[in-house]
């Protein structure tokens, strides 16, 4: 019972800027939106995550819609690095560091 | 800045044995841990979700008989997976936060267990 759907996968050059897009049509007043990347062999990397505002880092802007039923990360200038599987998850506050993952969005990046 | 180490990075045990992982956190308290599997068919699965001072809770399907974990300070945190066989099979993963603020979870880099 995913409650985030993403694109199985997006295809980019690089120096593009990427959006990709996530819907939580359910979401909850207490849940928050995460992002984490996972390239073969490692562990999720945390890209980035928001509430309600939207959010800006080094790795990444998050855009949050005003109603929260989607959200979308955007890459800026993407490199061959920044090839990964990006997740989308929402984590409930309390929940500790319990979080639900999906198949995620598979990000190819061409030179 | 915060990190979460874990080791062994790769492991190969026969059929049947047992395998311990640890899970250690630098720069932040460790006062929540969640310990994941993830398949040769890349699906995640939790584990269990350890908070110190309070009890180990096991998903359905995992269960402390098969995947002890240990939680003794805000720092560390080991799992052992007894009995190995095929299916134990995957990547391993420590995610670790400190409760009370905003942090996100953060993880390891894994534990690879292979089974022959």
């Known amino acids: 019972d995913a409650k985030t759907t993403q694109p199985d996968s997006m295809e980019s050059t690089e120096g593009e800027t990427v959006h990709l897009p996530c819907s939580h049509a359910t979401i909850s007043g207490n849940e928050y939106i995460y992002w984490y990347r996972q390239v073969p062999l490692q562990g999720p990397e945390y890209v980035t995550h928001g509430l309600q505002q939207n959010t800006t880092n080094s790795m990444a802007f998050l855009a949050i819609a005003s109603d929260r039923k989607s959200s979308t990360l955007i890459l800026p200038h993407v490199s061959l690095r920044d090839a990964a599987v990006y997740h989308c998850?929402?984590?409930?506050?309390?929940?500790?560091?319990?979080?639900?993952f999906g198949k995620g969005a598979k990000l190819t990046v061409s030179p | 800045g915060a990190l979460v180490y874990q080791y062994p990075r790769r492991t190969i045990c026969k059929s049947g044995t047992s395998m311990r992982m640890e899970c250690q956190a630098v720069?932040?308290?460790?006062?929540?841990v969640a310990w994941y599997r993830q398949s040769p068919q890349k699906t995640f699965e939790l584990i269990a979700l350890s908070t110190v001072n309070s009890a180990i809770k096991y998903e359905q399907n995992f269960t402390q008989e098969k995947f002890p974990i240990s939680h003794p300070n805000l720092s560390f945190s080991s799992m052992t997976v007894l009995n190995a066989y095929l299916e134990d099979r995957g990547l391993y993963l420590c995610?670790?936060?400190?409760?009370?603020?905003?942090?996100?979870?953060?993880f390891g880099e894994g534990t690879r267990l292979s089974v022959l």
């Open positions: 995610g670790a936060r400190e409760t009370g603020g905003n942090q996100a979870p953060l």
């Open positions: 998850i929402l984590r409930a506050q309390g929940t500790g560091s319990k979080l639900s």
């Open positions: 720069g932040f308290q460790a006062t929540s």
